[in-house]
């Protein structure tokens, strides 16, 4: 069956990176793009941008762009979600979804990315 | 940047049909998704091109899109259907994809 699995919670420092991993397994991992969404607390939710992992092409929304770089290592079927100059208001739930073009039908189980002095 | 614009809560009584709108200018063009979140889960998809009902998901969850606005439609809701909805597309370049504002579904 399809599964995402993402790493563990971080806790970083205003101005700080986070690498958030995300591991596919239950399909062909370069078959499909993998899309990076967040939720901050009580918020809705946020599209960051989308990554193929077989060519390795991005495309990010425009409130992250100089932000966020969304990369891949095919020989483990991985996809990461970098995101730089961290703020307080970058604190949200952070999820990898697999994408089928238009649309996203399987989710990761979420990453929480609290950043705090 | 493209918005698509929710109501925030609509609340039912249970066997009563819910109706939740998107609207957006690209709709007549793109087609809606939606999602439904409950609470402290990801989203599940439960609706895919503007009216298709994935596997697994109750024949009570149908939507249409007309014009600038796609619809929801939970007929006869049950509690297990309170949650958080999401309608998603992309603009009329194809190129940035966009959540709902969100509509928090009360059954009661």
């Known amino acids: 069956q399809v599964q995402l699995v993402q790493s563990g919670a971080e806790v970083k420092k205003p101005g700080a990176s986070v690498k958030v991993s995300c591991k596919a397994s239950?399909?062909?991992?370069?078959?499909?793009?993998i899309n990076w969404v967040r939720q901050a607390t009580g918020q809705g939710l946020e599209w960051m941008g989308w990554m193929n992992p077989n060519s390795g092409n991005t495309g990010y929304a425009q409130k992250f762009q100089g932000r966020v770089t969304m990369t891949r290592n095919t020989s483990i079927s991985t996809a990461y979600m970098e995101l730089s100059s961290l703020r307080s208001e970058d604190t949200a739930v952070y999820y990898c979804a697999r994408g089928t073009g238009d649309y996203v039908d399987y989710w990761g189980q979420g990453t929480l990315v609290t950043v705090s002095s | 940047s493209y918005e698509l614009t929710q109501p925030p809560s609509v609340s039912v009584s249970p066997g009563q049909t819910a109706r939740i709108t998107c609207s957006g200018d690209?709709?007549?063009?793109?087609?809606a998704y939606w999602y439904q979140q409950k609470s402290g889960q990801a989203p599940v998809l439960v609706i895919y091109?503007?009216?298709k009902r994935p596997s697994g998901i109750p024949e009570r969850f149908s939507g249409s899109s007309s014009g600038t606005m796609a619809t929801l439609t939970i007929s006869g809701a049950q509690v297990e259907d309170e949650a958080d909805y999401y309608c998603y597309s992309t603009d009329s370049s194809g190129n940035h994809n966009v959540f709902g504002t969100g509509t928090k579904v009360t059954v009661l």
């Open positions: 091109e503007d009216s």
């Open positions: 239950g399909y062909t991992f370069t078959s499909y793009d």
């Open positions: 690209a709709l007549p063009k793109k087609y």
